[in-house]
């Protein structure tokens, strides 16, 4: 082979190099970081540009009542379905201690992302990290392939595993629960 052809080679393959640097580099940002937001650009040199309007802070949990649950005829406790006693996810260790989430029927995405549903700001939570769902009337948890895993009741799950009522879940440095 010539000189002029191991030049070219070896500055390909050294291009090549920097270019997977800058990968990991950029990977590693937005899983720290979150993705990049750009400002929209106005459509006219004249018109401004105005900012995205802020989504209405959650209603306030109101305070459950403390009356007896309902007595069919032949004097027994009435229990409903799964999915009907459970109405809220509290968070019990962490930076939101005590806090309490309302949980309809829809999924709710657990991670750093300012798009999930609960949004936990710590180092060891991953961007997308987990997700609440309802399954066949029972509530699951879903590990999304986080980097530090997703724990209920102290072991690591790693498919979507069925959640009982006060069993501890793990996302990151944040410990939480489903309770009535």
Known sequence: MSELTLLVLRIGFLLLLWLFVFAIVYALRSDIFGPGTRKPQPAQAGQQATPAPRPAPAPPVPPR???PPPVTP???KHEKATIHNVSRL???AGPKEGLEVSLGRDPL???RAPDSGLVIRDDYTSTHHAKLLLWNEN????DLD???GTFLG???ISSPTQI???TPIKVGATSFELRR
């Open 74 to 76: 032949s004097g027994r």
């Open 154 to 156: 102290g072991k690591r």
């Open 90 to 92: 509290v968070i019990t």
């Open 109 to 111: 995405t657990i991670g």
């Open 146 to 148: 986080s980097t530090n």
């Open 139 to 142: 509530w699951m948890i879903q």
């Open 164 to 166: 009982t009522l006060g």
């Open 65 to 67: 009542s403390a009356a």
